[in-house]
Structures are given as C-alpha cells and as structure tokens.
C-alpha cells in the first residue's frame, strides 16, 4: 500500500517555473514506477512524465519535452517535477502515481494522489 501527498502548486505567470513534490508513503516506494498526470477543466486526465523504479528513465509527454523534467529521491520517498517555461496551457490539477509498470497509461498505476492545483496565467 501507497499514499501520495503532492505539494507545490500554485499560481505562476506564462513563462515562469514550479517544482512539484510528491511524497509517498510506505517501504517499498524504491520498486514503484512514478508518474505525473494532469487534468485540465473539461478535458480528460493526460499522461505528463514517467520516471523507472531507479531514475534510469525517464518517459515525457511531447507538449512538455524540453520543459519539465521529473526526478525522484529513493532515500526520501519523494518524486519530483520541475516545470520550467510554463504555458497557459499547462494549467491543471496534477496527480503524482505509483504503479508497477513504467508506462504512460494511467490504468497501469494503482496509487494515486489527490491532487495539486497549477495555474498559469497569461
């Protein structure tokens, strides 16, 4: 069993930066695959980032290649995501998940958060 507590949101102009965390719960969040998702108003839950069980690979979304980087830290049960060059677009409510498979299919991850809001004004 897993529990994720995602923190970090906010509200942050076109342009600007975000580091959202995602801290797990549990002893064995080292043998999870970790995944972002977002979810805009209106729109179905979208795939963002994949990170493996070591950090050894890592699986973007083409809308934020080149912007977001996601990391983890096995010691503190934490995964990251650095959001830079951030796009109205991007606003969204985040979900940090842990599943046994590095995929970017949301039914492949059986752990997930509750959430955090971003909002990138224009």
């Known amino acids: 069993q897993v529990q994720l507590v995602e923190s970090g949101g906010g509200l942050v102009q076109a342009g600007g930066s975000l580091r959202l965390s995602c801290a797990a719960s549990?002893?064995?969040?080292?043998?999870?695959?970790m995944g972002w998702f977002r979810q805009a108003p209106g729109k179905e839950r979208e795939f963002v980032v994949a990170i493996n069980w070591s950090g050894g690979s890592r699986l973007y979304a083409d809308s934020v290649k080149g912007r977001f980087t996601i990391s983890r830290d096995n010691g503190k049960n934490t995964v990251y995501l650095q959001m830079n060059s951030l796009k109205p677009e991007d606003t969204a409510v985040y979900y940090c998940?842990?599943?046994?498979?590095?995929?970017?299919?949301?039914?492949?991850?059986?752990?997930w958060g509750q959430g955090t809001q971003v909002t990138v004004s224009s």
């Open positions: 998940a842990a599943g046994w498979a590095y995929s970017s299919k949301s039914a492949d991850y059986g752990y």
């Open positions: 549990g002893r064995t969040f080292s043998s999870y695959a």
